[in-house]
């Protein structure tokens, strides 16, 4: 009796091996990543001054990538929006690649003051410290290289006080004990005006963060440009 020939199978294909991200080392660019959409975040109003500061203190923690992304889940991603963010006309503002913001900017007074005022260039980070001191950080004539600066002030015995022109956005909250931390929320028309947030906390001291009426933030990167040729 003739036997049908049986079409020959092929054995099983192992399976790929699966992806393992938790065991990906998290790089200094990765956290940064992280840090600027959280940036974003609290600068659009989606985050509070206190959520910022406490998913930011766990992305300088991370040590993977596993842990970096959980701290952006319920936020927009922004990665398609940052790439072609360089190819738009960024707005008269003329504001920097985030790549090229620089190291924050540091003023620290211990039984001391340390002032910042003037026509000065600020990008995305900037730290006040007073101790039994006094800080002062005038942004009413400063060139905003970011659209989001956030200002981390801390006070102890001491007094940490920031002014802003009166049509930018101001937003930000910290924590004072016995002591005072207030910042007077604004909110631009202009949805392209600069946003500052400010975090912190207060013992004993005073951090302060308000308008100063009377300024306008002009446009000095056109000036500058102009200047500069």
């Known amino acids: 009796m003739d036997l049908e020939k049986q079409p020959q199978q092929s054995p099983p294909q192992a399976p790929a091996p699966a992806a393992r991200p ?3 080392r998290a790089s ?18 989606r985050l509070t001054a206190d959520e910022h500061a406490e998913r930011v203190e766990l992305v300088y923690r991370a040590k993977t990538v596993a ?32 790549e090229n ?26 730290n006040a410290f ?22 981390n002030a801390t006070s102890i015995f001491g007094n940490v006080e920031i002014t802003v022109p009166e049509n930018i956005t101001l937003r930000g909250g910290g924590t004072g004990v016995f002591a005072n931390f207030e910042v007077t929320h604004l909110e631009s028309a202009d949805p392209e005006a600069p946003v500052v947030v ?8 005073n951090v302060e963060a308000k308008p100063k009426r009377g300024k306008l933030i002009e446009n000095l990167h056109r000036h500058l440009r102009k200047h500069l040729g």
């Open 130 to 151: 007073s101790l039994f001191g006094n800080v002062e950080i005038d942004l009413t004539e400063a060139l905003f290289t970011q659209r989001v600066t956030v200002v």
């Open 28 to 45: 200094d660019a990765d956290r940064d990543r992280i840090a600027d959409i959280l940036r974003d975040a609290v600068a659009e109003g």
């Open 198 to 205: 400010v975090e912190g906390y207060s013992f004993f001291g």
């Open 22 to 24: 938790t065991a990906l």
């Open 67 to 98: 842990e970096l992304e959980p701290l952006v889940s319920d936020l927009p991603a922004g990665g398609a929006a940052r790439t072609a963010a360089p190819h738009q006309d960024p707005s008269p503002y003329l504001y920097g690649p985030d």
């Open 101 to 126: 913001a620089g190291p924050p900017e540091n003023l620290v007074a211990v039984f001391s003051s340390a002032v910042r005022r003037g026509r000065w260039r600020i990008g995305g980070r900037a």
